[in-house]
């Protein structure tokens, strides 16, 4: 039983597999849409940026194989002070923080319209010790379909979702994928940028990839050690 991990680029790709040396640790082979690059016990494919491109990628992946966990990886933007540049993010939730509809009112995420849902929980004991090995903070990480760039939708996130520490943009299209065969799902980030107002010259993206191939070192041990019974831990 292996480990899917999908990513938005291949930069985030290679930065998961070079926690296993060199690129002559990993072997590549299609999927439909995408390439799979295969390293220790972890299968890496690069399905595109936004929900949708993920879940397709996963989706195809997922029937290719068995897979004991699906993981969405990659960098994003931190909740200021939660998650500072550099650090990771393991998420406690993955929310569709934009998955609704506009009224008058306000923002009325799908589960108020009486339909879907906006929320999917990875397994509670694989997320503590995911962050117990990586250091990483955890939160809720949104998924969202068009990045923040402003202090006002910044402000509206976190009144929305107060236990928010990062933002992303596949990590709900993966667990949508995962979910609907029974898989369990992780999302782990590392804060390559605050949430907030755009500003370039802050990011810190090279960072970021680093503390994610550092990340996946640490977590082969736990993957290794996480059994059917933790699976079932609520």
């Not at 009112?105 to 509670?124: M, S, Y």
Request: with cysteine; aromatic share 6%.
């Amino acid at each position: 039983m292996r480990v899917l991990v999908v990513t938005a680029v291949p930069v985030e790709r290679d930065a998961v597999t070079r926690a296993f040396g060199d690129g002559s640790a990993v072997s590549v082979f299609p999927v439909p849409g995408a390439e799979i690059h295969r390293a220790g016990p972890f299968d890496v494919l690069a399905g595109g940026a936004g929900p949708a491109a993920a879940a397709a990628a996963a989706a195809f992946a997922l029937a290719s194989d068995r897979y004991c966990l699906v993981i969405s990886a990659g960098i994003g933007g931190g909740f200021a002070p939660a998650a500072p540049l550099g650090s990771l993010v393991v998420a406690q939730a993955i929310v569709a923080a934009d998955l609704g509809a506009d009224t008058p009112d306000g923002f009325v995420p799908v589960t108020a319209l009486g339909f879907g849902r906006d929320r999917i929980a990875p397994p509670p004991a694989l997320v503590r010790e995911a962050a117990s090995a990586t250091g990483a903070v955890t939160g809720d990480i949104l998924t969202v379909s068009t990045v923040t760039g402003s202090a006002a939708r910044t402000a509206a996130l976190l009144a929305a979702h107060p236990g928010a520490v990062a933002e992303a943009m596949e990590g709900f299209g993966v667990a949508e994928a995962a979910d609907r065969i029974g898989v369990p799902v992780l999302e782990i980030r590392a804060v390559s940028n605050a949430v907030g107002p755009r500003d370039r010259d802050a990011w810190r993206i090279g960072d970021a990839l680093a503390a994610l191939t550092d990340a996946f070192g640490k977590l082969i041990p736990v993957l290794e050690g996480w059994t059917h019974h933790d699976r079932n831990d609520s």
